[in-house]
């Protein structure tokens, strides 16, 4: 009985930490802090977000695109010299990712999502990300979103949808490859922000400063690998 019981604590314990040391990413700006978690299950989203941020390619870009109920969206490394009132969205960094939708990861509240054009194969910007802020939606507007897209939404989600909310008629669409743990209440502000025809913050909202949390465990871990080839 003892061997169980310690067995399921070890299990849990393990499951625990494997939680707790998913990569984090903190968005400073003028309304405050943004910290959004990482999912592993998007590696490819993951290692990209992460190394665009020790580049320091984030810093000072803008959230260029903020629609109530829906998203903020930033990212466009050409919206850090951009005139006020130019159209942006379209800075690049010159390659897409490889779409890693799955079902575990959809568009609740929080979601951290990749914008996309219209490729065929759904691969996502190499830079431009949204943040999910949606509404909630009654259980007739989930079966008539399910009818137009064909498609049925697990129950466990319908149940989000309702209660927090989010952007469901995204799902399956767009890589979905975190969320925010801190912060929604400034992606709030921002997302209701004065806004020109092109959905632009009338006043440039910018990143002041994009970060990987968490950089000295990385940095023991190289540490520890370096020690162990000597």
Do not use: W
Request: hydrophobic share 30%.
């Amino acid at each position: 009985m003892k061997k169980i019981t310690l067995s399921f604590l070890v299990l849990a314990l393990s499951s625990s930490l494997s939680f707790a040391e998913r990569t984090k990413i903190a968005i400073t700006t003028e309304y405050g802090r943004i910290v959004m978690e990482l999912y592993d299950e998007t590696p490819k989203h993951r290692d990209n977000m992460i190394k665009l941020t020790n580049e320091h390619f984030f810093d000072s870009t803008l959230f260029h695109r903020v629609i109530p109920s829906f998203v903020i969206q930033g990212g466009d490394p050409t919206s850090k010299t951009a005139a006020a009132g130019a159209m942006l969205g379209s800075g690049e960094t010159g390659y897409r990712v490889d779409a890693e939708i799955n079902d575990s990861a959809y568009h609740k509240y929080g979601a951290l999502g990749m914008a996309r054009d219209g490729n065929p194969q759904k691969a996502s910007s190499g830079c431009q990300f949204y943040i999910v802020t949606g509404k909630k939606y009654s259980e007739d507007e989930l079966a008539g979103l399910e009818q137009r897209m064909g498609k049925k939404f697990p129950e466990s989600h319908r149940e989000v949808y309702k209660t927090k909310g989010g952007t469901p008629m995204l799902d399956g669409g767009y890589t979905v490859y975190g969320e925010v743990v801190e912060g929604m209440d400034i992606v709030e502000k921002i997302s209701l922000e004065p806004r020109d025809q092109m959905d632009r913050p009338n006043k440039d909202i910018r990143m002041l400063k994009v970060e990987v949390l968490g950089a000295k465990k990385e940095g023991k871990k190289k540490k520890k690998k370096k020690k162990d080839n000597e």
